[in-house]
């Protein structure tokens, strides 16, 4: 009886463990067709690594900076200078950041990231859907960003 019960405690630990997890974290393992969906997006747009990233970052190159994240990632450090517009809502958010109404700049340069280079090759290929015509997507991961002590900064608070 001993047995089951810490056999049964363990259990639920680890699920209580991985539902603590984020949700990026929790999902590394997609099926096929996501991952031929990115594929495809990355086809698509044009593609920034992280050293090419680094150094339009201290030229300032890269135009708009935009991380695809949700909020609360964004909230926990990102890319100085960048604005948050999440992945789920970039086709109705970014106008305001573009100019709309009255001067909408369809060629505004503007760089896209996320956490490891998916979710921006997608908000990448929906911007260029809607006809902007200068959007770049950064194919790198956010940690080994991190990891490689380039610039993170927090919102203040």
């Given amino acids: 009886m001993l047995k089951k019960s810490v056999l049964t405690l363990a259990a639920v630990g680890l699920l ?10 929790q999902a590394q393992n997609f ?13 698509q ?5 992280m050293d090419a990233f680094r150094a339009g970052l201290d030229k300032k190159a890269l135009g708009l900076i ?3 994240r949700d909020p609360d990632e964004f909230a926990a450090g990102h890319i ?16 305001t950041h573009v100019g709309f109404p009255d001067k909408t700049d369809m ?7 996320c956490l490891r280079g998916s979710r921006c090759a997608l908000a990448a290929k929906s911007l260029r859907e809607l006809g902007f015509t200068n ?3 950064a194919d790198m991961n956010f940690d080994d960003w991190v990891k490689a002590g380039h610039p993170v900064t927090k919102p203040a608070n």
């Fill in 80 to 95: 100085p200078g960048a604005i948050n517009v999440s992945r789920g809502l970039i086709e109705f958010r970014i106008w």
């Fill in 45 to 49: 747009v044009p593609l920034i690594k």
């Fill in 31 to 43: 099926p096929d067709s996501v991952r031929k969906l990115v594929a495809d997006a990355k086809k």
């Fill in 66 to 68: 935009v991380d695809v």
């Fill in 135 to 137: 959007v770049t997507a």
């Fill in 16 to 25: 209580a463990a991985a539902v603590a997890l984020p949700p990026a974290v």
């Fill in 107 to 113: 060629n505004k340069q503007m760089t896209l990231y």
